[in-house]
């Protein structure tokens, strides 16, 4: 019989598992600080790739304004082949700003899913749309194959699908240079209540050498280096895809041959609605236009489409109003008004219209309601959708992810970009792309850029001014809304009624902001901010700044005057 141990092994062998015991605690403590750290350098980088975005966006607009703003000057050709590459590179660095942002957030796992009911045909309509101009530029063909098995509508997340869809469409398009581009849709397998799709997008472009293929979806990935230097890009766009595609519950694969074209094709399930209707047989053609037979045109009947286009402006601004039917006073369009949204739900049951341009932030009824309500009218009479396009001075995240829950398709931010504005028509009323024409990159205007402190910038004026004609009576419903508004603006501070202070100080903004008077948009815009928190104490100290360049914008326009 072996030996009982002592009490005083005994007690050595508590004193060694006390040692071991405190060890490992003092390991785990070590191994939590340090994963705690892992995490917040994590979250550090997350939070300095947001800010260092919105830095770099900043500048990097400023670029591309004034870019764009010296190419419709007169330029000596030389001269105007290096404001070309100016904005072709700013433009392109946004985009790796964009994807560095995508990438970072997979990376993370903070990208989620936004599960939500969507029609497939008009995702498929505004896509191709787009790409069809692309494609012509090209001499290239750009096609749908839809299988008459697949529904129209479905719950899922259709803005990734969207973004997975553009990245391939967009690589197709760079790398073929002639035949044509064909995206397919298949309804492949049903599982209980979900529909599995397969999305192909098969292009006769250069193709990709075989050796390139299994590295393809990795980050920072091109097929060789000299596609690189020819045709850009960061390596990125594939990645985000795969992962993407990972992340929605599939998978993405690639068949290629250098020299003659590439496959791409992905699985995704989605559940479809019970709607029982389908997309529209077997295949679509959007190498033309998409509108025929009995489809609508993006709001019109095909009644509608012999008549005058009618565009509703719902904005309770006069001078905002002013400007848009200036815009338009030169084209087929006919323009009709409301000051709210409760009028726009009136008129929209009275008659219909090709687009509706909807301000956010209105009295008796904001646009967000309104847009609501008349899609939901517009449906249930069994009637034709017309885009809804955001119209505001809010160029927030936040806005603008609201205007596309609400149903809006577009967005458009004041001051009118003109340019912007035209790339809206001719993507939403692409029947009328030729017939309503208001901005050209060949356009030419003397426009003189001012110092960044002038009360009022003249080439945002001067640009106003070539794109309406004679500004007059815009100048002059401006100037009698600004001495009202401001008026109305000091009454709610001194009655402390942070709301109405926010209100006017965005009515301000806006209209401040059409006629070039940034200095005192951006302390509305301050001003604005400052309501919306409550901090009167903020509003106090810009009250008088206000004034102060209330008078400097009144003095200018009356010195014009004269």
């Not at 990097?60 to 030389?78: A, C, D, K, Q, Y």
Request: negative net charge; aromatic residues 6%.
């Amino acid at each position: 019989m072996p030996d009982l141990p002592t009490t005083q092994d005994l007690q050595q062998e508590i004193i060694i598992l006390k040692k071991t015991n405190e060890r490992l605690r003092l390991e785990n403590l070590e191994l939590r600080e340090t994963a705690n750290q892992a995490d917040t350098a994590s979250k550090a980088k997350s939070d300095f790739l947001a800010m260092i975005s919105h830095e770099i966006r900043t500048p990097m607009n400023g670029v591309i304004g004034i870019s764009e703003l010296l190419l419709n000057t007169e330029l000596h050709p030389r001269q105007k082949h290096f404001a070309q590459l100016i904005l072709t590179s700013a433009r392109s660095l946004l985009t790796l700003i964009n994807s560095l942002l995508d990438f970072s957030k997979i990376e993370a796992h903070k990208m989620g899913l936004e599960i939500i009911s969507f029609d497939l045909r008009d995702l498929l309509q505004q896509l191709l749309t787009l790409y069809i101009v692309s494609g012509k530029q090209k001499g290239i063909a750009v096609k749908l194959e839809v299988g008459e098995d697949v529904a129209r509508y479905y719950t899922g997340d259709g803005v990734k699908l969207r973004q997975i869809l553009v990245n391939l469409l967009g690589n197709s398009i760079k790398f073929t240079d002639n035949g044509q581009i064909t995206l397919t849709v298949e309804h492949v397998d049903r599982q209980e209540d979900t529909d599995l799709l397969r999305f192909t997008v098969i292009d006769t472009g250069m193709g990709i050498a075989e050796n390139a293929l299994k590295t393809l979806f990795e980050p920072f990935v091109q097929a060789d280096i000299s596609s690189t230097r020819r045709f850009g890009g960061t390596g990125l766009g594939l990645s985000i895809c795969s992962k993407l595609v990972e992340l929605m519950g599939g998978r993405i694969e690639v068949k290629s041959e250098s020299g003659k074209g590439s496959r791409f094709w992905f699985t995704l399930p989605f559940k479809p609605e019970k709607t029982g209707d389908i997309i529209a047989g077997p295949q679509l053609d959007f190498a033309i236009p998409l509108h025929h037979g009995q489809n609508t045109t993006c709001g019109m009947s095909q009644d509608d489409k012999s008549n005058t286009l009618r565009l509703l402006i719902v904005d309770d601004d006069q001078t905002n109003r002013i400007v848009m039917e200036e815009i338009f006073k030169d084209t087929p369009a006919k323009t009709y008004f409301a000051e709210n949204g409760q009028q726009a739900i009136s008129m929209c049951s009275e008659q219909s219209f090709a687009m509706i341009f909807m301000d956010c932030q209105m009295p008796v009824m904001d646009g967000f309601e309104a847009t609501v309500r008349i899609l939901e009218e517009l449906k249930e009479k069994k009637r034709p959708v017309p885009p809804i396009i955001a119209l505001t001075a809010d160029a927030t995240k936040r806005t603008h992810e609201r205007c596309y829950d609400v149903g809006m398709v577009d967005y458009l931010v004041k001051p009118i970009d003109f340019r912007r504005l035209q790339e809206v028509l001719q993507v939403w009323l692409p029947d009328s792309e030729e017939k309503i024409h208001i901005f050209s990159t060949d356009d030419k205007s003397a426009v003189e850029t001012d110092e960044e402190n002038s009360v009022i910038n003249r080439a945002a004026l001067q640009k106003l001014e070539q794109h309406v004609g004679n500004i007059d009576n815009v100048v002059k419903v401006f100037v009698g809304a600004l001495e009202q508004r401001t008026k109305a603006l000091k009454a709610a501070f001194l009655a402390g009624r942070a709301d109405e202070v926010q209100k006017y100080a965005h009515m301000l903004k806006g209209s401040s902001s059409q006629v070039g008077a940034e200095q005192l948009a951006k302390l509305c815009e301050a001003m604005e901010q400052a309501g919306r928190r409550g901090s009167l104490k903020e509003v106090r100290q810009l009250m008088p700044k206000i004034e102060h360049m209330v008078k400097e914008v009144l003095n200018f326009f009356k010195e014009q005057r004269n």
